[in-house]
Nanobody, 123 residues
């Protein structure tokens, strides 16, 4: 059974930092891209960042470029999202995601989801 388990969310002041982790298990992810989406109340799920399991190529959404960094530790089957210079508009539930092949930034194409972790940024 595939599991993506997020951790690291919480409450932080604007300008602060958080690091999210996503522990993946239940299958081999070498052919997958791993990534993060987020969803704020009343809004659609939004692509944040992605990384290929092999090679480590990354991409990120325009709203987080230069502030968020995605990385992975293949030995630990874990993907990370380092979030710096956080803003109140970053407040959302952050979901870990896995998609076979390239991640197309479309939530409808995602093969596996984590349960989500809340990030709240106070002003």
């Amino acid at each position: 059974q595939v599991q993506l388990v997020e951790s690291g969310g919480g409450l932080v002041q604007a300008g602060g930092s958080l690091r999210l982790s996503c522990a993946a298990s239940g299958r081999t992810f070498s052919g997958y891209s791993m990534g993060w989406f987020r969803q704020a109340p009343g809004k659609e799920r939004e692509f944040v960042a992605a990384i290929t399991w092999v090679g480590g190529s990354t991409s990120s959404g325009d709203s987080v470029k230069g502030r968020f960094t995605i990385s992975r530790d293949n030995a630990k089957n874990t993907v990370y999202l380092q979030m710096n210079s956080l803003k109140p508009e970053d407040t959302a539930v952050y979901f870990c995601a896995a998609e076979l092949g390239r991640m197309y930034r479309d939530a409808a194409r995602i093969d596996y989801w984590g349960q989500g972790t809340q990030v709240t940024v106070s002003s």
